[in-house]
């Protein structure tokens, strides 16, 4: 039965393509989960689009709404989490507190924090009760989750707060203890959950976003004197910087690794980026908002 669902639900999402697009607006998170059959999930300020090697960029369901927060849950087919702010066509509060979709994008309903909230980064942990971890940009507060978001409690905010704020959140992919915050003042790692935090490289420095893409492998981008693409191989402990062609004038919004192995990186000046080896080379798919 689980079998039929998930090649029920693919066809699905080859059936309904949706509109194509040639123009792409600012992303916000990206995210392509095994389920997606090799699609990229890219959520904009103005709804969500997804890309695939075989129908290219098309826009998915009619909501636009600024999604912030974006991101997959890796173990449930179809599902997708986000914040934000809505379309105005839609009579929904803003901001919109977490809202969910059990389609692949299809359709969104609110699920909590309604008119209160505003997740500026959200993560989904690993194991067998996996929870959401979130920041709410509007209380200065890092929240969990342990009912798909049904409910939250508020963790021990303070150290994350005095650094500016939280602009990225990543849990590991296996490690259900153990997840990144990228921030205004570098990047911080917790080992318990998100109970607890320490520096975690990168200080001094702003870091706009952060990514485990495998047990060991983490992305993330730095500003400052010394900004680019970062990459570490034993868990963040070193990094190494990834050459890149982001400009000066730009810096990274979200990362993502695709199924086969590949990186995608979107930018502030509304480029994506795909690499398939590593970060050695670049293929650009949008430059300046428009699609190739």
């Excluded at 809202?99 to 359709?107: A, K, N, P």
């Excluded at 194991?127 to 939250?152: E, I, K």
């Amino acid at each position: 039965m689980a079998a039929w669902a998930a090649g029920a639900y693919v066809a699905g999402l080859r059936a309904d393509a949706g509109a194509p697009i040639d123009r792409l607006t600012h992303v916000h998170g990206m995210d392509a989960p095994a389920w997606a059959d090799g699609a990229l999930l890219v959520g904009t300020h103005t709804g969500l689009v997804r890309w695939s090697e075989g129908h290219g960029w098309r826009s998915v369901g009619t909501g636009r709404h600024d999604l912030m927060g974006f991101r997959a849950n890796a173990q449930d087919e179809g599902t997708l989490y986000a914040s934000g702010h809505p379309d105005l066509r839609s009579g929904l509060p803003n901001p919109l507190g977490l809202i969910v979709s059990r389609d692949g994008g299809r359709t969104w309903v609110q699920r909590s924090l309604a008119g209160t909230a505003d997740l500026h980064a959200l993560t989904s942990t690993a194991g067998d009760r996996p929870a959401l971890l979130a920041w709410d940009a509007t209380g200065s507060a890092l929240l969990r989750s342990d009912d798909d978001g049904a409910t939250w409690s508020t963790l021990p905010s303070e150290t994350l707060a005095a650094t500016g704020g939280v602009l990225a959140l990543d849990a590991h992919p296996s490690d259900p203890e153990r997840v990144f915050a990228a921030t205004a003042r570098g990047l911080w790692r917790s080992d318990d959950a998100g109970a607890t935090w320490v520096a975690a490289g990168l200080q001094g420095s702003p870091v706009t976003t952060v990514r485990r893409l495998g047990d060991r492998t983490v992305w993330a981008f730095a500003v400052g004197p010394d900004r680019g693409l970062r990459r570490s191989r034993d868990g963040g402990a070193t990094w190494t910087r990834v050459a890149s062609p982001i400009g000066d004038d730009a810096y990274a919004t979200a990362i993502a690794g695709g199924p086969d192995g590949g990186v995608f990186v979107a930018t502030s000046t509304a480029d994506v980026l795909r690499s398939d080896d590593g970060g050695t080379t670049w293929t650009p798919m949008v430059v300046a908002g428009e699609v190739r």
